[in-house]
Each structure stands twice: as structure tokens, then as C-alpha cells.
């Protein structure tokens, strides 16, 4: 089974605080992404990455950057973080881009509260 | 317009009830289509892939009708445990997953 695990199911961090995300993946996925997910508002794709090193905005990158050092690591980083990100944070992994149709597979979310 | 739109919830249904949930896509170079599950405060799980000659997995049944851009999701005899959010999922080539906002089921005994 795909199995994509995030570091922490549950933070809370201060406002201005620079906020690590950590996804690991370990089915050789060669794209992983980075969405939150709000109420009423779904799930929107902050950042993604098609290969190691490589990293493309999403639809609300900004407060946000993303490192891919690794194949199997994708980490989210919130470079000062803000009570507006308050927000659940989910990663996902995948065969391709979206070109060859496989799913997206998801880690258990990290509840991100700022205070 | 949104690129994925779903049917607004949350539907409140007596168990057996059949239901069918619907979704519009503005995109039309989409390839791929899914219906995932989402139950409270969990990650989202894929429930079934969209074929275009329409598929089925015991009681669900996925439908995509390309020309007029939808995909149906219905489920029968439905069970209190299908009580979740599920989410439409569309792909075009060279994109992205986009999301539907999604719609919440709500089985009630």
C-alpha cells in the first residue's frame, strides 16, 4: 500500500514563527503536492513538484515556500507564520502530473493552529 | 465559474435510500475523473476512477457524459457508514488535480 505520512497530525505555533511541514512518501512517486483545505473553500494546491529540486506555485503560494531535497520529501514551509493560515495542510503524491490519470494519494493532514 | 462545481449539501438520507450526487467540469481537455471520499477531520480516499463507459463497484455507480461536461456518483442501499464528504476530482492533461468544493452525505438511521 501507498503510504504517505506527514510529520505531525496536530501544531500550534505563534504568529511569526517559521513553521516546517514535513511529507514523506514511499512509492517512488515522482510528483507531490501541497494543499489546504478550509471550510467552504475546499481543497486549494499551494505548491507542487514534478522531480527533486523542482517546485511550481499553486493557486495561494504566497507566506508559503517549499523545499524538495529528496524524492521521497516534499516539507512546506511557512516562512512567518500568520493566524490567516490557520488551516488543515494536506500533502498528496502521484505517478505523473495529472497527464497519465493515476490518484493522488494523501498523508493524514496536519492541523496547523496560530496563535 | 469555478472549473469543478458539485451539487451543494449536505444531503440527509434514510438508510436504503439511493442517492446520486452530480458534478460539472468547465474544462474540456479533462482526461481523468474521480469521485473521492472524505470522512470528518481525515484525509481524503480515493473512492473510484470516472470511465467513460461508466463503471461500478458494488453499490456505486460513477457516470461521465463528456459532452455535456458531468459525472454522476450514485449509491444505493446506502449504509450509515457512507455518511462523508465526497469529492469530484478532474484532470486535464498536463494539469493538476482540481477538487470540487465537495458534498457532504449525511445517512440517518
Known amino acids: 500500500d501507498v503510504k504517505v505520512t506527514q510529520s505531525s497530525r496536530y501544531l500550534v505555533k505563534r504568529t511569526g514563527e517559521k513553521v516546517f511541514l514535513e511529507c514523506v512518501q514511499d512509492?517512488?512517486?515522482?510528483?507531490m503536492f501541497w494543499y489546504r483545505q478550509d471550510p467552504g473553500l475546499g481543497l486549494r494546491l499551494i505548491y507542487f513538484?514534478?522531480?527533486?529540486?523542482?517546485?511550481e506555485k499553486g493557486d495561494i503560494p504566497e507566506g508559503y515556500s517549499v523545499s524538495r531535497e529528496k524524492k521521497e520529501r516534499f516539507s512546506l514551509i511557512l516562512e512567518s507564520a500568520s493566524t490567516n493560515q490557520t488551516s488543515m495542510y494536506l500533502c498528496?503524491?502521484?505517478?505523473?502530473?495529472?497527464?497519465?490519470?493515476?490518484?493522488?494519494?494523501f498523508g493524514q493532514g496536519t492541523r496547523l493552529t496560530v496563535v | 465559474r469555478k472549473e469543478v462545481e458539485q451539487d451543494p449539501g449536505p444531503f440527509n438520507v434514510p438508510e436504503g435510500a439511493t442517492v446520486a450526487f452530480n458534478c460539472t467540469y468547465s474544462?474540456?481537455?479533462?482526461?481523468?475523473f474521480f469521485w473521492y471520499r472524505q470522512d470528518c477531520r481525515k484525509e481524503p480516499k480515493l473512492l473510484m476512477s470516472?470511465?467513460?463507459s461508466g463503471n461500478e463497484d458494488g453499490r456505486f455507480t460513477a457516470q461521465l457524459n463528456r459532452a455535456s461536461q458531468y459525472i454522476s456518483l450514485l449509491i444505493r442501499d446506502s449504509k450509515l457508514s457512507d455518511s462523508a464528504t465526497y469529492l469530484c476530482?478532474?484532470?486535464?492533461?498536463?494539469?493538476?488535480?482540481?477538487f470540487g468544493p465537495g458534498t457532504r452525505l449525511s445517512v440517518l438511521p
Open positions: 498528496a503524491s502521484s505517478f505523473t502530473a495529472g497527464g497519465g490519470g493515476t490518484e493522488a494519494f
Open positions: 512509492m517512488d512517486h515522482e510528483n
Open positions: 513538484s514534478y522531480d527533486v529540486k523542482m517546485k
Open positions: 474544462n474540456s481537455a479533462s482526461q481523468s
Open positions: 470516472v470511465y467513460s
Open positions: 476530482v478532474v484532470i486535464a492533461y498536463g494539469q493538476n488535480f482540481v
